[in-house]
């Protein structure tokens, strides 16, 4: 397996049966969990007016994680640019990096993370909300390099600090963006698989370095969801496609309890399930490196970017530690 580094997106769920209280303990324990493990990042997302993910509220909620932990980078994939002021991230962000030096990522999307209904609460005015996401984007970075003395608005705390910026995408836009200001790009493979090999290829072959960057890096997401046994995984994986099914039928919940999904699909939204759901890797230890050295080679991804949707946390441990026993403790032997 190649030796990259391995991190975690954790969008807070809420399992049936939980509260959102909980599912917060349940990231700031997780993250603790990850960072023996030995994972590179730990990014939380902005989405909102979802009964089953706790995050809305992301810079409080990556102050929580980056409190409970002590070495690996916390971060957001990502907060939705468009439903806040660039200012406003620049002094949440900044905050984050005075408390946590060293240790605090910025991912921006330019999706409301929500439906249109709550994203007009949210942001009050729609017009040209996303059309102005890359002037939103440079308006970020200035806030974030030494104010000169003449600078009439700065972010304090913010200016001068070490603030890395990412863009996240699910199709070809943010790879373009990404490329033009020399910035590390991630996409969101782990739910929109098609434009994938297109989107890395516009940023790879356009990539212009930058003072953040020298060269292309790319990280991918990738749902996995690991246990003992291909059965036992399978299972597990029922709460992530009743979750989306919910969701597309309009009705957003908490993560469900695993179940017999024949009983709860139908052959359309099976088939539209796992197109969208393409990048999964489920099952036992060797199923799980039979499936991250495939996906490797064929993206060969900078770095990789796992979650895992598991209605039990005990088992959404496991799934982690499993990732890696074959997969980081490997890279590391192999480093070695």
């Given at each position: 397996?190649s ?6 997106l ?26 023996r ?5 730990y ?5 909102h ?12 909620v ?35 990096a005075?408390l946590?030096?060293g240790?605090i ?11 249109q ?14 059309t ?80 953040q ?8 997401g ?10 036992r995984a ?9 979750a ?7 009705r ?36 799980i490196?039979?499936?991250?050295d ?5 993206f060969?991804?900078?770095e ?33």
């Open positions: 397996m030796p990259i580094p391995f991190s975690v954790d969008l807070a769920p809420v399992p049936e049966g939980s509260t959102a209280g909980d599912a917060l303990r349940n990231s700031a324990d997780l993250a603790g969990h990850a960072e493990l030995g994972f590179n990042r990014w939380l997302a902005e989405h007016n979802m009964p089953g993910i706790a995050s809305a509220a992301t810079a409080v990556i102050a929580h994680v980056a409190a409970a932990t002590s070495t690996i980078r916390v971060g957001s994939g990502g907060v939705m640019l468009p439903n806040h002021a660039p200012l406003v991230i620049a002094e949440q962000f900044g905050t984050l005075a946590h030096p240790r990522d910025l991912g921006l999307g330019r999706a409301p993370g929500t439906d209904r709550t994203a007009r609460a949210l942001r009050r005015d729609l017009a040209g909300s996303e102005r996401f890359a002037d939103d984007v440079i308006e970020l970075q200035s806030y974030f390099r030494p104010a000169p003395p003449d600078q009439a608005v700065r972010a304090v705390p913010g200016a001068g600090l070490d603030v890395p910026i990412w863009l996240l995408g699910s199709s070809t836009y943010s790879a373009e963006l990404a490329a033009a200001l020399g910035l590390p790009f991630a996409f969101a493979s782990h739910f929109a698989p098609d434009l994938l090999r297109q989107a890395l290829q516009i940023y790879r072959t356009r990539f212009q370095p930058s003072a960057l020298a060269r292309p890096y790319a990280m991918l990738l749902n996995v969801i690991a246990a003992e046994t291909d059965a399978a299972h597990l994986f029922t709460s992530l496609q009743q989306f099914i919910n969701l597309r039928r309009g957003p919940g908490k993560l469900p309890a695993p179940a017999m999904m024949q009983d709860i699909w139908s052959p359309m939204e099976k088939a539209q399930l796992d197109h969208a759901l393409v990048h999964s890797i489920v099952g036992a230890p060797d199923t490196s039979t499936g991250l495939r996906f490797i080679a064929e060969r991804p900078d990789l970017m796992i979650t895992a949707q598991i209605h039990d946390h005990g088992a959404r441990r496991r799934s982690y530690e499993i990732v890696s026993e074959v997969a980081i403790t490997r890279k590391q032997c192999i480093a070695a």
